[in-house]
């Protein structure tokens, strides 16, 4: 299996310019999420979704959309990019969503900067 | 504030030697821990949890200990490598076990020195 896998690695956006981050994972979890990792702060989970056709809002959610179609898809996307959204995204997959015994597998992160 | 911290930021130890990364929990009502590895330029890793009706638990070289009374979370890395050089995070469940609930430290770099 190759996990979960995220692209691009690196993006450079102006602001205003809009693009979509993807997520694919092979192993069949139920639950898929995007964090944002910033310096000096934890992860924050931005949107989720415990199935296919279902999604809801993190902590952090302005500025970004999902979908889920697909089990196996779960691409992010920015309407129109400002620089407060420079950060590195995770994308994190699980068998469930509850966490006992499902602990998240994460990808390993896209590096977007907006100027 | 953050409801889950680290007392340190950064952690150098020697190979060989035993490593202790701790972390505070503010929320008495969390109920499941877990620990997270993040090696540069990768995502993280889960190493080991512990639900909030234990006090420790082992895995491979690795210990979570779970002091409730003080709100206190630690993990001990036995005979640490140099491979074990990484950010180590500590995440808190509170309500139900959701993995949409889980809220992330800031984290500990930790450094092995040959």
């Known amino acids: 299996n190759a996990g979960v896998t995220q692209t691009p690695k690196f993006q450079v956006l102006k602001t205003g310019q809009s693009m979509t981050l993807q997520c694919a994972q092979d192993?069949?979890?139920?639950?898929m999420s995007w964090y944002r990792q910033d310096p000096g702060m934890g992860l924050r989970l931005i949107h989720y979704?415990?199935?296919?056709?279902?999604?809801d809002q993190g902590e952090v959610p302005n500025g970004y959309n999902v979908s889920r179609s697909t089990t196996e898809d779960f691409p992010l996307r920015l309407l129109s990019a400002a620089p407060s959204q420079t950060s590195v995204y995770f994308c994190a997959s699980s068998r469930r969503w509850s966490q006992y015994n499902s602990p998240l597998h994460f990808g390993n992160g896209t590096r977007l900067t907006v100027t | 504030g953050e409801s889950v911290g680290l007392h340190l930021p950064t952690l150098s130890v020697q190979e060989g030697d035993n490593s202790i990364i701790n972390c505070a929990y503010s929320?008495?009502?969390?109920?499941?821990f877990i620990w997270y590895k993040q090696e540069s330029g990768k995502g993280p890793q889960f190493i080991i949890d512990i639900r909030s009706n234990m006090d420790k638990r082992q895995g491979q070289r690795v210990t979570v200990l779970l002091n409730k009374t003080v709100k206190h979370l630690s993990l001990q890395i036995a005979a640490t490598q140099p491979g074990d050089s990484a950010v180590y995070f500590c995440a808190e469940n509170v309500g139900g076990g959701s993995n949409y609930k889980l809220t992330f430290g800031k984290g500990t770099l930790l450094t092995v020195n040959p």
């Open positions: 979704s415990v199935g296919a056709g279902i999604t």
């Open positions: 192993m069949n979890h139920e639950y």
């Open positions: 929320n008495s009502a969390s109920d499941y």
